[in-house]
């Protein structure tokens, strides 16, 4: 026999389990809502607006502390012309001695390598003061790039119009899909940025060939173009 106890207990018990079971269900179904992601990129060419010269001088001696004087020497002098001219905005220098061998595998003498490297936005201005340095020094390469204020005001343009383009995708999608209106579940947003197209550089066999290396013949510098590149990858919830 059941007790009147017994029964209110068994009563209250199916009750709490009625209760749970809509939350639970509920719970599931969020769980398994569908998920889409979508990547979009943008993309804008951008004119190089820093060039960067790259020029060396060499002595030999059968020193090898007269060669590295020699070498200090001719540095000194290229950053004392280089010294009041505005068009250089940063330089970069580093000597080197290496040691040669003869036909018997001996040292035979020594090697100094200077190298000076000179940046500027000022194309036209930053020829002209490299071929100060001239007869001494000579161009081993000239490379351009994007200048961190320029690619970072690019890429604040290109983002505004990457979320817009990614937005419209997203709604172009779920409405596809039969849905109303989506929800942002996670989004990641990378910036990026390269050479582009144009002239990158100009290697020392060739500058030697076309006569700017012994003449002080200031070279015409065309910078070309970087390419700005910011892409969005993400995912959302349709509803």
């Known amino acids: 026999m059941t007790t009147p106890r017994l029964l209110t207990g068994m009563l209250a ?19 398994h809502d569908p998920k889409i992601t979508l990547e979009h990129t943008q993309q804008q060419e951008v004119a190089n607006d820093i060039a960067s010269l790259s020029l060396f001088f060499e002595v030999k001696d059968k020193d090898a502390g007269t060669a590295s004087q020699k070498a200090t020497v001719a540095l000194n002098n290229a950053l004392a012309k280089l010294k009041s001219d505005v068009a250089v905005q940063e330089k970069r220098s580093s000597i080197q001695t290496y040691s040669d061998f003869g036909a018997d595998g001996k040292v035979s003498g020594w090697r100094a390598r200077v190298e000076l490297s000179l940046d500027g936005n000022d194309f036209s201005a930053l020829s002209k003061a490299a071929a100060k340095t001239a007869p001494e020094f000579a161009y081993s390469g000239i490379s351009y790039r994007l200048s961190t204020e320029s690619r970072q005001r690019e890429e604040q343009l290109l983002i505004n119009k990457a979320v817009l383009a990614f937005k419209e995708k997203a709604q172009t999608v779920v409405t596809a899909f039969g849905f ?53 990858t993400g995912a959302i919830s349709p509803r």
């Not at 009625?18 to 969020?30: M, N, V, Y």
């Not at 020392?204 to 070279?219: F, K, T, Y």
């Open 13 to 31: 018990l199916g009750l709490l389990l009625g209760l749970a079971q809509p939350s639970f269900s509920a719970e599931r179904s969020h769980q």
């Open 180 to 232: 109303v209106g989506y929800q942002l579940a996670d989004v990641t947003v990378k910036t990026s940025s390269d050479i582009g197209s144009g002239p990158r550089f100009r290697s020392e066999p060739m500058m030697m060939a076309s006569g700017m290396a012994s003449d002080g013949v200031a070279p015409t510098l065309e910078g070309g173009k970087a390419r700005v590149t910011v892409s969005i």
